[in-house]
């Protein structure tokens, strides 16, 4: 019943900009840590940005400066702006929500970003 749903993907060109969204339904994400990851061809998945209760934010240093993580607990949804993009930053982009203290953890389907000129 639970289901977080990606979209906003795409092909972009070198430089240019992009948001992406997670949409959820049998879930509240007031309680939730919230997380954009991604994973390219051939490499593991990575952590890209958080989000936490309270608003607090972290980044992987690749993305610090250009990415930006945010969350709407009243619609249910998280966004990632992505600015400034490279070729490295190709990958299928997933959304994932935890609650540790519930044993609480889900994973949208993915996105597919594809940076290119």
């Known amino acids: 019943q639970v289901q977080l749903v990606e979209s906003g993907g795409g092909l972009v060109q070198p430089g240019g900009s992009l948001t992406l969204s997670c949409a959820a339904s049998g879930i509240s994400f007031s309680d939730y840590t919230l997380a954009w990851y991604r994973q390219a061809p051939g490499k593991q998945r990575e952590l890209v940005a958080v989000v936490v209760p309270g608003d607090y934010t972290d980044y992987a240093d690749s993305v610090k400066g250009r990415f930006t993580i945010s969350r709407d607990v009243i619609k249910d949804m998280v966004y990632l702006q992505m600015n400034s993009l490279k070729f490295e930053d190709t990958a299928v982009y997933y959304c994932?929500?935890?609650?540790?203290?519930?044993?609480?953890?889900?994973w949208g389907q993915g996105t597919q970003v594809t940076v290119s000129s």
């Open positions: 994932n929500a935890k609650w540790a203290a519930i044993g609480a953890a889900y």
